[in-house]
């Protein structure tokens, strides 16, 4: 497994990070927005990111997601979702992850994918397929 650089962490998303979530978009909107589908204004503020964090919590305790942050200290340096859990005979899932603007080129992108296969593997999963756009 690719490791983090020092004083980074990968940790599951949880009910309080609303408010880091939201600093993480707006600081990141220009960065973001080749890759991303089109966002209300709405989304950049705290209770889009309320409602988008309430979202991917109900689709983690349906077994459906599984939503990881990348931090360094309090800040939201990425993040890595393991989605569209299906199960039966596939055991497949997408990959989604992204790394803020400031903190390209430091191996985070390399680490959260090979988190994603780990974690992958544990939810029992066969597949991990991640979805490029032709221009990225």
Same mark, same amino acid.
């Given at each position: 497994?690719?490791?983090?650089?020092?004083?980074?962490?990968?940790?599951?998303?949880?009910?309080?990070?609303?408010?880091?979530?939201?600093?993480?978009?707006?600081?990141?909107?220009?960065?973001?927005?080749?890759?991303?589908?089109?966002?209300?204004?709405?989304?950049?503020?705290?209770?889009?990111?309320?409602?988008?964090?309430?979202?991917?919590?109900?689709?983690?305790?349906?077994?459906?997601?599984?939503?990881?942050?990348?931090?360094?200290?309090?800040?939201?340096? &990425?993040?890595?979702?393991?989605?569209?859990?299906?199960? &039966?005979?596939?055991?497949?899932?997408?990959?989604?992850?992204?790394?803020? &603007?400031?903190?390209?080129?430091?191996?985070?992108?390399?680490?959260?994918?090979?988190?994603?296969?780990?974690?992958?593997?544990?939810?029992?999963?066969?597949?991990?397929?991640?979805?490029?756009?032709?221009?990225?």
């Amino acid at each position: 497994m690719t490791s983090l650089p020092a004083g980074y962490a990968i940790r599951p998303l949880s009910r309080s990070d609303a408010a880091a979530l939201t600093d993480a978009m707006v600081r990141n909107r220009e960065h973001l927005a080749p890759w991303s589908p089109r966002r209300s204004e709405a989304f950049f503020t705290l209770a889009g990111q309320q409602d988008e964090l309430a979202q991917h919590l109900r689709s983690m305790d349906a077994g459906q997601l599984a939503s990881y942050l990348i931090v360094r200290e309090e800040r939201i340096a &990425g993040r890595i979702n393991v989605q569209n859990i299906i199960r &039966g005979a596939f055991h497949s899932a997408a990959l989604g992850y992204w790394v803020d &603007g400031d903190e390209l080129n430091k191996g985070l992108a390399s680490a959260a994918v090979a988190f994603a296969c780990d974690r992958a593997r544990e939810l029992g999963l066969h597949r991990l397929e991640a979805g490029t756009l032709v221009h990225n």
